[in-house]
């Protein structure tokens, strides 16, 4: 099997119109924002002689590398997704990754699959600014050099009599490199309270294969996890302290947080019994997580929970500051 490399980015483009600042003053023109989680997914075939390149966008993280996960199953095991007789339901797909949690709590879901910088598949009713399309564009014009594609959108943009600045900044969140012996994944995750850093290493066990779709699928469930994580002990910890109500839609959304979690956690640990995998520097306890949200709510809720004291609304020995 040739190897798999594969990364996530987070991404932020700031695009300025430098006529328009000139004429009514910088501060009183706003820039515009375009965001986005951006996977490369570069297939290439056993023998090495098929190849099929794909990007995904997304407005999360987990969703693309679940999508891509579920691509690459169907690339390894029954071939190129974009010539077959039968076409690869995108939308199947689409309502298989987010179906659960991410369909009834998050409406800001959106997704962009690319082949050749042209968009094949989208989905959500949040559409991602149409800057990114022009971007893909140009990658694909420019055979994968990325930094040099935001350099001709800025020329294609002058040639088109628009002076635009483009400002990009991007962090890495997943490196993967796979092949039927070895995955490889370093997930670097960057929370409101801390960054969560760690790598896994799955070789091939007896006679299990490491498969690129079980490590991307992995990586898609620890990325959901931590997230989840600060959502269910947010969630805790308001209710604790009477800041939400029980049954409210916010106590609702942390219960279906905590049971997903326990969900992803069973995943991860089959995908440990079925290969011989490690951690460094060791595996993220997702359960330690929720208990640092509830830690960091208590932190920013510290006021309004003396208030409450203050008031007779709690008791003392509920609140540990």
């Keep these: 099997m040739a190897e798999f490399h594969s990364t996530l980015l987070r991404e932020r483009f700031v695009l300025r119109d430098l006529d328009l600042e000139e004429e009514k003053g910088k501060d009183a023109v706003e820039p515009v924002i375009a965001l986005s989680n951006r996977l490369i997914l570069p297939f290439i075939s056993f023998n090495g002689q098929i190849s099929e390149n794909f990007i995904i966008r997304s407005q999360n993280m987990h969703s693309a590398v679940r999508f891509g996960a579920i691509m690459a199953r169907e690339f390894y095991e029954k071939g190129p997704l974009m010539q077959r007789m039968q076409p690869f339901n995108w939308e ?49 014009h420019n055979k994968g050099d990325y930094e040099e594609s935001i350099v001709v959108a800025r020329k294609a943009f002058a040639q088109a009599g628009k002076r635009i600045n483009i400002e990009h900044d991007s962090n890495i969140a997943v490196l993967l490199t796979a092949n039927n012996l070895i995955g490889k994944c370093g997930v670097i995750v960057r929370g409101p309270d801390q960054k969560t850093t760690f790598n896994y290493t799955a070789r091939k066990a007896e006679d299990r294969e490491v498969k690129v779709s079980q490590c991307l699928s992995i990586a898609a469930a620890f990325l ?52 011989d995998v490690t951690y460094r520097p060791e595996r993220p306890n997702l359960s330690e997580m929720i208990d640092k949200a509830e830690a960091f709510a208590r932190s920013i809720f510290s006021s309004e929970i003396e208030e409450k004291l203050d008031a007779g609304e709690l008791d003392e020995t509920q609140w540990v500051s």
């Design 224 to 275: 959901e996890g931590i997230q989840l994580s600060f959502v269910s002990g947010m969630a805790r910890q308001k209710l604790n302290f009477d800041m939400i109500k029980p049954g409210s839609e916010e106590d609702k959304k942390g219960e279906d947080a905590t049971y997903k979690l326990g969900r992803l956690n069973v995943a991860i640990a089959q995908f440990e019994t079925m290969l």
């Design 92 to 140: 199947e797909t689409w309502q298989n990754v987010i179906k659960g949690y991410e369909k009834q709590w998050n409406p800001d879901r959106w997704i962009v699959i690319y082949y050749n910088g042209r968009s094949v598949f989208e989905a959500g009713e949040n559409k991602p600014h149409p800057f990114l399309d022009i971007i893909e564009q140009c990658d694909a």
